[in-house]
């Protein structure tokens, strides 16, 4: 059984940074796709980062060049670093990982059916 715990949330100034990390048991990160989704208060669910197989990633237009997608074999972890965080970055933050989708990721949610139970991110102005 897959499970996803994800860590690192907290609350920071806007500009700031914060680095959120996914740790997962029985799962094998270099098959398939992983990546992180967010839902903000009375907002549905948006993809953030996803990274595939090979090592290829995406990103949502709103967060390219500050945020960024790795894994992390060593730890077993997927992170993801966020720099110049804005107010509007403030969501509930998902771990997502596929056992069955390799290549290409993106952000159709059916495409991922392990979810962790997330982690909150709030950015003051």
């Known amino acids: 059984q897959v499970q996803l715990v994800e860590s690192g949330g907290g609350s920071v100034q806007a500009g700031g940074s914060l680095r959120l990390s996914c740790a997962a048991s029985?799962?094998?990160?270099?098959?398939?796709?992983m990546g992180w989704f967010r839902q903000a208060p009375g907002k549905e669910r948006e993809g953030v980062a996803v990274v595939d197989s090979d090592g290829s990633t995406r990103y949502a237009d709103s967060v390219k060049g500050r945020f960024t997608i790795s894994k992390d074999y060593a730890k077993n972890t997927l992170d993801l670093q966020m720099n110049s965080l804005k107010p509007e970055d403030t969501a509930m933050y998902y771990c997502a990982a596929s056992t069955w989708k390799r290549w290409p990721c993106g952000f159709k949610e059916s495409d991922y059916n392990y979810w962790g139970q997330g982690t909150q991110v709030t950015v003051s102005s």
């Open positions: 029985g799962y094998t990160y270099s098959n398939y796709c």
